[in-house]
């Protein structure tokens, strides 16, 4: 089914961390009440992904990722394309990730973060997948890897919940992925982010949540949800001096471009 017109997404967002175990199906209809009809729930580690993705199966349109956090490499069997490639499979996984490269906790050693990063890439490409990076203060390695990963053969992808360097989201760019709003733009410290992302292209940006994490501005401090999103893609078009229902067209439709297998029924 096909979302209409004015309908948001959700590109992003965390459904199966306990914090929504209590009243995911409220949180779901506040959602679409809120107008997001279509949600990407995001893995995060190989040993939950069944759990996700029979979460994702249980609601419609709500679709999932597989993949391994950068937090959680070391915690979980070292990532293997052959797993990656065969959960992807799935009818409801879409994306490949969140998957790339933390510095600012490095809750895994940064050698296993980089090498898990080339695995899911290469999942990207032999899937035909986009892949859903996570970069906090890596900003050389991530564009290093993203560059060198793209000369041994294309795949698509994006950044989420960017708030980083301009000079990763033009690499981003001409290596022809998209990039992922959050709540961060609507906090009062974000300036300079507001920025960098007035500049960007408006046919290559999603919005997400990253709930429960981020909440935008008025709901900071409280629990992110994926009707939230509204708050974001409000303060985005208003960034970005553009009519509200042309950014939800068109970032809803940069998702169903980026993630072509959501479409499926």
Known sequence: MTPSPESLVDSHCHLDFPDFEDDLDAVLSRARAAGVETVQTISTRLSTFDRLRALARAHDRVYCSVGVHPHNVASEDAVALADLVAHAAAPEVIGIGETGLDYYYDHSPREAQRAAF?????????????????TRAADDDTIAILDDEMGKGAYTGLIHCFSTSRQLAECALELGLYISISGIITFAKAEALRETVRDLPLNRLLVETDAPFLAPVPHRGKR??????????????????????ILARRTTASFFELFTKAVEE
């Open 118 to 134: 080339r695995t899911h890439v290469a999942a990207a490409r032999e899937t035909g997948l986009p892949i859903i990076v996570h």
């Open 224 to 245: 992110n949800e994926p009707a939230f999103v509204a708050e974001t893609a409000t303060r985005l078009a208003g960034i970005m001096n553009v009519d509200g229902t």
